[in-house]
Structure formats: C-alpha cells, structure tokens
C-alpha cells in the first residue's frame, strides 16, 4: 500500500471534490476499524492529499467559491470512542444533586413546615417525636419518588437526620439565651432546624 500515491491510497484523483476526499476517507476509516496500523497509513494518505490540495490551491489550480476559506483544513476529527470523565467524585456529585421542579420544592416545604409550627406550638416530647416520624416519612417519600432507589432513599434520610440532629444541637448550645428570650423548647428548636435539613435532602437531593 505505500507504494500507491496518497490519492490512489484514498482512491480519489486530483479532480475530486474535497467532499469526496473526506467521504473516501471516513468510509475507510470504517472498513479498517480496529486495524491501528491501516487508519495510521489512511490518515497520512489523508493529510498528503489536502497539503498538495492547499498548495493547489495556493497555485489557483482549485477554484474555491469565496464563502468557503482553506476547505482543506476543515477534516473532522478521527472516530474516537467518547472522553472518558477525569472526575468521577464530580460526576457522582452532579448525579446526586436534583434540580426541582417549583412543586417538588413547595409540597415538602408546606409539610416540614406545618410539622415545624406544630412542635413549636406544642413542644411535649410525644409530639416532637410523632413530628420527626412524619418529617422522616415525607422526606423518604419525596426522595424515593424521584429514581425509585429504596436504598439511596433510606441513606439520604438517615444522613439528613443525623446532620439536622447536629446541627440543631450545636446551634442550640450556641444560640440557647436567644432561643430561651423568645419562649422556644430546645426539643422545638432541633426538631426545626432538623426539618429545614431533610426539607433541603429532600428537595435537591435524589
């Protein structure tokens, strides 16, 4: 084969079109698929033939119409297989963050709320308790019916428990005068802070 001009090796002539240079080379492209070896030799053929089309040109030996500059240098790229991604931890991050619809944002946040306004009013430890029951069973609902996966549901809302619990707990260590000053429980308020966190789990997480 290297005997054969560039030309002969695409199996085009000098008065093809660059079209056709371009259709003759993806086409064998595709019949030597895997033979690293052919599409190197066919590849060089290829880039023979548009450096002696550019110097055709540059001669005005290929007329060009106006509204194309060098055509010869515009080759698609070589069939590839796709990029693999560099970062799969960003990858599985982009795959766990949903972006909500506008229900999928306010039904959770009216329930988590009306649990909120029901603990504050009546902060005994039962109905804290039946409230974070119900906040939990929201928050599985709301994320199980996004991909339908029980097991990342039940990991999502434990987590969100436990950093709601955490975070209640280390705010209201915190903020425990204030939170004393305006007649808050601090049952209440980790039960809150702890529905604002499997609100936001359940809403933009799936």
């Given at each position: 084969?290297?005997?054969?001009?560039?030309?002969?090796?695409?199996?085009?002539?000098?008065?093809?079109?660059?079209?056709?240079?371009?259709?003759?080379?993806?086409?064998?492209?595709?019949?030597?698929?895997?033979?690293?070896?052919?599409?190197?030799?066919?590849?060089?053929?290829?880039?023979?033939?548009?450096?002696?089309?550019?110097?055709?040109?540059?001669?005005?030996?290929?007329?060009?119409?106006?509204?194309?500059?060098f055509?010869?240098?515009?080759?698609?790229?070589?069939?590839?297989?796709?990029?693999?991604?560099?970062?799969?931890?960003?990858?599985?991050?982009?795959?766990?963050?949903?972006t909500?619809?506008?229900?999928d944002?306010?039904?959770?946040?009216?329930?988590?709320?009306?649990?909120?306004?029901?603990?504050?009013?009546?902060?005994?430890?039962?109905?804290?308790?039946?409230?974070?029951?119900?906040?939990?069973g929201?928050?599985f609902?709301?994320?199980?019916?996004?991909?339908?996966?029980?097991?990342?549901?039940?990991?999502?809302?434990?987590?969100?428990?436990?950093?709601?619990?955490?975070?209640?707990?280390?705010?209201?260590?915190a903020?425990?005068?204030?939170?004393?000053?305006?007649?808050?429980?601090?049952?209440?308020?980790?039960?809150?802070?702890?529905?604002?966190?499997?609100?936001?789990?359940?809403?933009f997480?799936?």
């Amino acid at each position: 084969m290297s005997s054969q001009s560039p030309y002969d090796q695409l199996g085009v002539t000098e008065a093809s079109s660059f079209e056709e240079i371009q259709d003759a080379r993806n086409r064998l492209f595709a019949q030597h698929q895997g033979d690293r070896k052919q599409l190197e030799s066919i590849e060089a053929a290829y880039d023979a033939v548009l450096m002696d089309r550019l110097r055709l040109r540059q001669e005005g030996k290929i007329k060009v119409p106006d509204r194309i500059r060098f055509p010869e240098k515009v080759t698609p790229p070589p069939a590839s297989p796709p990029p693999v991604l560099a970062n799969q931890g960003s990858a599985w991050l982009q795959r766990l963050i949903d972006t909500p619809s506008m229900a999928d944002v306010l039904l959770p946040a009216g329930i988590l709320t009306a649990l909120s306004a029901l603990v504050i009013a009546v902060p005994s430890a039962n109905v804290v308790q039946m409230a974070l029951i119900l906040g939990m069973g929201a928050s599985f609902y709301f994320l199980y019916r996004k991909e339908r996966k029980l097991g990342r549901t039940v990991l999502l809302g434990l987590l969100g428990l436990v950093v709601g619990f955490l975070a209640g707990g280390l705010l209201g260590t915190a903020l425990l005068p204030q939170i004393v000053s305006i007649g808050l429980s601090a049952n209440a308020f980790v039960s809150v802070v702890t529905f604002i966190v499997l609100w936001l789990v359940s809403s933009f997480l799936r």
